[in-house]
């Protein structure tokens, strides 16, 4: 051990989206120092080079019997309890507290937090997240599809920016075409931004429009990020952004040096 039975401590660490550029000085530090590394496989062999203690690796599905782990590996030892992106944002955070919460325990806890996986995704686009915005996931495993449905629309409805996690997989395809079905009601054939494998190995970045992506569903998995833009959003030469207001109360750019401002130019990656 590397501390005394009465210095255990939990770190729950979000190492980012991928790259090992975007893991944070802190969340390198309390790996090195863990005497367990616990995670699923895909995020822990991103770190594993950096591990010192004992690595405990697990698949889907096992996300309650990992925090159950860690939590008591935690009474007597520094464990670090790995998740992707943000451990805040769809990550291993949420479960942790409730079970801390719910089953009285008095481990020592203390959370890393990382790049999430829209920070890294909207910059690669150009800006299409730049003020208010809304995030939604499509994954029904845990949440009712008719709580997404009316989250979507309403946030639609609202005009926000959305970027849409785990859009589709192979048991859930459908969910993606009943949510472009939507988009393409409250919002018509829009521009999309996608994302796949933001910061890692086989990135992919594309704009099309909603019926495209339809009619593509392959480019789109559980690596992919979706932006959905709201009613600001412009496409102009490959770059997808939302203006955040400058303009209104600025002059941006002098009297005849106006920037092409044809939209239906944009980058489209085949």
């Not at 790259?19 to 995020?43: F, M, N, P, R, W």
């Not at 950096?50 to 008591?72: D, N, P, Q, W």
């Not at 970045?205 to 009619?215: G, S």
């Not at 303009?247 to 092409?260: I, T």
């Amino acid at each position: 051990m590397s501390q005394s039975q009465s210095q255990g401590k939990l770190y729950v660490v979000g190492i980012g989206p991928g790259s090992q550029d975007l893991l944070t000085l802190k969340a390198i530090e309390v790996i090195k120092s863990s005497d367990y590394v616990i995670g699923h496989t895909t995020y822990v062999n991103r770190i594993k080079h950096l591990v010192r203690g004992e690595i405990i690796e697990s698949g889907m599905g096992r996300e309650v019997e990992r925090v159950k782990l860690a939590v008591k590996l935690a009474r007597d030892n520094v464990v670090s309890l790995i998740s992707g992106g943000d451990p805040s944002v769809y990550g291993m955070l949420p479960l942790v507290v409730e079970y801390i919460i719910e089953s009285g325990e008095k481990v020592k806890f203390e959370v890393v937090p990382g790049v999430t996986a829209l920070s890294s995704a909207s910059p690669l686009l150009g800006s299409p997240i730049s003020g208010d915005h809304a995030v939604i996931s499509l994954s029904d495993l845990l949440i009712p599809w008719e709580v997404i449905e009316k989250r979507l629309r309403h946030a639609l409805q609202a005009d926000f920016v959305i970027a849409i996690y785990n859009p589709s997989s192979r048991k859930r395809a459908g969910n993606l075409v009943k949510a472009l079905q939507i988009v393409l009601q409250e919002k018509g054939d829009v521009f999309i931004g996608i994302v796949k494998n933001a910061t890692r190995e086989g990135e992919e970045i594309r704009i099309l429009k909603a019926t495209d992506v339809m009619a593509n569903p392959e480019l789109v998995d559980m690596n992919t990020l979706l932006i959905i833009p709201s009613s600001e959003t412009l496409v102009r030469n490959g770059v997808m952004y939302t203006p955040r207001g400058y303009s209104r109360k600025y002059r941006l750019v002098e009297d005849g040096k106006e920037s092409d401002r044809d939209d239906d130019k944009r980058r489209v990656t085949t």
